[in-house]
């Protein structure tokens, strides 16, 4: 089951104090002064919102909210208990929105994941009924949206390592810490509270929404989470607010990556690698070159016609791509 109310607003003081796992280690450096950033284009921290079951109101109201304020989120929705026929609701609370609304949601920038087909207490389950009920989910999900699913929620937030070794079978990454948001003493003030905590620790923090206006843990009203997002509009200078697929394939990414850099002083030759399987995890990562004082530059990577573009600031260059064999050379004009 998941956790009642009161227990969330127990544990929000803890979970905010505590960094995640993901964000403990650091991001990999050399003695040249090359870095992969801890998070995307050197931000300090990062957001995720995941917003759970599929409430009516997660289509009708949430997100057109985070659209309005340019915010990709995480639906993480239960397929089995959505009509196969759009036309249709169902009857099920998670059911009310059909396919082709939450279609047009990922195609908007959203992420669809994974929360299993039927929503079960996975650690109840024995392993062939917790595999059914991951792959199925998975299999309807491609299926409807276009786009298999990256992330997987489990049900009530229940795992273990048995549950998580088959999760992750089928996922590259998968809910593993919240801080959850919601009910009616939820104010925004709280949650500008935590993303700032968020902000100050450094760390990726995952907020854990259910129902907005109507349904579990919803809101006094939308209002309280509009109020929040202006808040998170004004940080984004130094935080990055991305889906939950997103910010945790770039963290396994980044924790994963070996660098090999040559460099003088006007250029660099730098391979990235991770050793992942690069069917799942393709994210690019941000590469940072320390102590440049550059006034134009350039990046090319090897076999790739294209080049890639590269932020100038102060005092460093940022470069992104996707880990792999092919090394990327930067080349640039110190002023």
């Known amino acids: 089951m998941k956790y009642t109310l009161t227990l969330l607003a127990a544990l929000l003081s803890m979970l905010a104090a505590l960094p995640s796992a993901a964000a403990a280690a650091s991001a990999p450096t050399t003695d040249q002064g090359v870095r992969v950033a801890r998070f995307k284009a050197d931000r300090e921290a990062a957001l995720s919102f995941t917003l759970d079951d599929g409430w009516e109101d997660n289509a009708t109201i949430a997100a057109p909210l985070f659209d309005r304020y340019g915010f990709h989120v995480t639906f993480f929705l239960v397929p089995g208990m959505i009509p196969l026929d759009d036309n249709e609701k169902g009857t099920h609370k998670y059911g009310q929105i059909p396919w082709r609304r939450w279609k047009q949601i990922a195609e908007a920038g959203h992420e669809i994941g994974n929360h299993t087909l039927q929503h079960p207490g996975l650690t109840k389950l ?27 929620a489990n049900p009530g937030n229940g795992r ?8 992750y079978a089928q996922h590259a990454v998968a809910r593993e810490f919240e801080t959850g948001y919601g009910g009616k003493e939820f104010t925004a003030a709280r949650a500008n509270g935590l993303v700032d905590a968020a902000l100050q620790q450094k760390r990726w923090m995952v907020a854990m929404l259910h129902a907005i206006e109507n349904g579990y843990a919803a809101f006094t009203n939308a209002s309280v989470l509009e109020e929040h997002l202006k808040h998170v509009q004004t940080l984004q200078g130094r935080l990055w607010v991305d889906t939950f697929g997103n910010v945790g394939r770039y963290v396994k990414e980044r924790d994963a990556a070996q660098l090999t850099v040559q460099r003088d002083a006007t250029s660099a030759t730098i391979t990235l690698t991770t050793g992942l399987d690069a069917s799942r995890f393709n994210y690019p990562l941000t590469v940072v070159i320390e102590k440049v004082q550059a006034a134009s530059a350039e990046a090319k990577r090897e076999g790739v016609a294209a080049p890639l573009p590269v932020t100038i600031a102060a005092d460093r ?6 880990p792999g064999a092919a090394p990327v050379t930067l080349r640039w004009r110190t002023k």
């Not at 273990?160 to 999760?167: N, Q």
């Open 126 to 152: 024995d392993d062939a009924a917790v595999r059914a009920q991951i792959e199925e989910g998975r299999q309807r999900i491609t299926e409807k949206i276009g786009v298999a699913p990256v992330s997987l």
């Open 160 to 167: 273990d390592d048995r549950v998580r070794k088959l999760v």
């Open 317 to 322: 260059l940022l470069v992104e791509w996707v």
